[in-house]
């Protein structure tokens, strides 16, 4: 069985993926990091040495090779990798299962405004920006999470309960 995780920065991804896979049994792995692992660079180093088209090519070589190397994943990818180079479909066709953990635009200004060092795409926004900003990014990006085969709300939900909705659906 091939899972793959989708959803805006902050929404909870690769701690439902760790939780779920433990549950169910299955390998995982967290997206960035196994780009990280693959080209020998963080995602900051890449961005800042190689720009982001270098990135998004490199993002979508590597998401048909993880989705191709693994008889069963959970795959938690990175905010933005449905949304480029037509990864989404390839997220489609090779995956099982595609969920996107969508929630509200103030529950991810939240949770972003305490972890902004960590993500470089927002560091420098303010807090009382934050929330305009996360609004019009999904505005854009929501069209191809929308594509997944199902979405689950986690606004006001625990880890587990959100788990346990995603297994439900498995």
């Known amino acids: 069985m091939k899972v793959v995780l989708v959803g805006y920065m902050a929404s909870g991804k690769s701690s439902v993926g760790k939780l779920l896979s433990e549950q169910l049994g299955i390998k995982f792995i967290d997206f960035d990091e196994y780009i990280e692992e693959q080209t020998k660079m963080s995602i900051k180093t890449i961005f800042a040495d190689k720009g982001e088209i270098f990135f998004r090519k490199k993002e979508h070589e590597l998401l048909g090779q993880v989705l191709n190397a693994n008889e069963s994943l959970l795959l938690s990818t990175g905010g933005g990798t449905p949304c ?35 993500r470089p795409l ?24 929308a594509l997944a085969k199902h979405i689950v709300n ?7 309960e959100v788990v346990a909705e995603v297994k439900e659906l498995l």
């Not at 066709?93 to 902004?116: M, P, W």
């Not at 927002?122 to 999470?145: A, C, M, T, W």
């Not at 986690?154 to 587990?160: A, N, R, T, V």
């Open 84 to 118: 480029y180079s037509n990864n989404m479909n390839t997220i489609l066709e090779k995956s099982d299962h595609s969920i996107y953990l969508q929630l509200s635009i103030s529950t991810l200004a939240a949770r972003i405004s305490g972890e902004k060092e960590t």
């Open 154 to 160: 986690g606004d006001k939900k625990s880890l587990e």
């Open 122 to 145: 927002v560091k420098d926004i303010s807090n009382d920006e934050l929330p305009e900003f996360i609004g019009k990014h999904l505005f854009e990006r929501r069209q191809f999470y």
